[in-house]
């Protein structure tokens, strides 16, 4: 009896900069960075633009946000998304270094079995991690100026995201013809970039960095024709394992959803975030087919999941357009 071999990984690492303002159709623009979903549609669009086509491979290949990157001691640090964690008390929304993710996550782990909640409560100038039934507990640096969860010891050089609503464009009513103008929010070019993809074959590493290479001149995000979403590629590397960062166990257990995720049916047993209705707007992977995508619960980035959840890729007929929900889900390394 002849075993199939399990499918190749390989995980494209990549650091980008912003060289002007962009906008996002996500709804993690509020907070300073492109999601998953749009990422993926971006790199799907760019790829369908340089005559590749729309692959199996790439439609289901999982991506994780683009994110901002930190300077700490020893080189680039990559920031999470501010994790969604129940708590008592108003907790400063914020990144999360991936050091303080995986002490949240060593807590969550040791609690979660016996059927306790994680809170984050204030204990001095930082912040603690423990279960609710008082079990372990960890401490937690936060920043004011920077608005970045560490752990204790970890020194970092970042700026925050900045925000504008100056950008002004036009609405063209389809029943009078009258322009209407309305305001754009948008984030100033600040620190460097990151993301992550998974996919299936070595080859598919060297598609989307083609695919990158395009969008250096063509933008990423929103409202590119007004020159929003400039992009010049810093670095990239395509190998068989993640980033040591997000080299955890992949044995099961507790990871953090880097993107927007709708889990499928069955997946996502158990699972500790918030929702996000993602909203219906126009787009297309592919080719230029306009269409109207139903609302969307998905969880949020940042939400902590079971690292077995799947989610959801919506296809359109012979693959006019494909948006994932299925983002990269992974343990973090342990500290």
Not at 8 to 20: A, K, M, N
């Given at each position: 009896m002849s075993?199939?071999?399990?499918?190749?990984?390989?995980?494209?690492?990549?650091?980008?900069?912003?060289?002007?303002?962009?906008?996002?159709?996500s709804p993690s623009l509020a907070e300073g960075y492109i999601g998953s979903t749009s990422l993926h549609a971006a790199v799907m669009a760019a790829v369908a633009m340089l005559g590749h086509g729309i692959s199996d491979g790439l439609a289901e290949a999982r991506f994780s946000s683009l994110l901002p990157v930190a300077r700490g001691s020893?080189?680039?640090?990559?920031?999470?998304?501010?994790?969604?964690?129940?708590?008592?008390?108003?907790v400063p929304r914020g990144f999360w270094?991936?050091?303080a993710v995986s002490l949240v996550l060593s807590v969550l782990s040791?609690?979660?079995?016996?059927?306790?909640?994680?809170?984050?409560?204030?204990?001095?100038?930082n912040y603690v991690v423990r279960c609710m039934d008082g079990g372990e507990s960890r401490e937690l640096v936060y920043s004011r100026e920077t608005g970045v969860f560490a752990a204790p010891g970890e020194q970092l050089d970042f700026r925050p995201p900045g925000f504008r609503s100056d950008r002004h464009r036009l609405v063209i009513s389809r029943v009078t013809y009258s322009a209407t103008p309305f305001m754009i929010p948008v984030v100033e070019p600040r620190s460097p970039y990151w993301f992550v993809a998974e996919l299936r074959s070595e080859q598919l590493c060297g598609t989307v960095v083609e695919a990158l290479r395009l969008a250096e001149h063509l933008g990423m995000g929103a409202h590119r024709s007004i020159g929003l979403g400039r992009i010049r590629i810093i670095s990239y590397e395509c190998t068989e394992s993640p980033p040591s960062f997000?080299?955890?166990?992949?044995?099961?257990?507790?990871?953090?959803?880097?993107?927007?995720?709708?889990?499928e049916q069955g997946s996502c047993s158990v699972y500790y975030g918030e929702t996000a209705l993602f909203g219906a707007y126009r787009g297309y992977g592919g080719v230029v087919i306009s269409f109207r995508r139903p609302l969307v619960r998905a969880l949020a980035p940042g939400s902590i999941v079971g690292t077995d959840c799947r989610g959801r890729v919506i296809r359109g007929n012979g693959y006019p357009y494909v948006y994932s929900f299925n983002p990269i889900v992974y343990p973090v390394a342990p500290v």
């Open positions: 075993t199939s071999s399990p499918p190749t990984r390989r995980y494209l690492y990549v650091v980008v900069e912003f060289r002007s303002q962009f906008s996002s159709y020893s080189g680039y640090v990559a920031l999470f998304p501010p994790l969604r964690l129940p708590s008592y008390g108003k270094t991936p050091r040791s609690c979660s079995g016996r059927g306790a909640d994680i809170v984050l409560e204030r204990g001095g100038d997000l080299a955890g166990s992949r044995g099961g257990g507790i990871g953090v959803s880097l993107g927007l995720l709708y889990p």
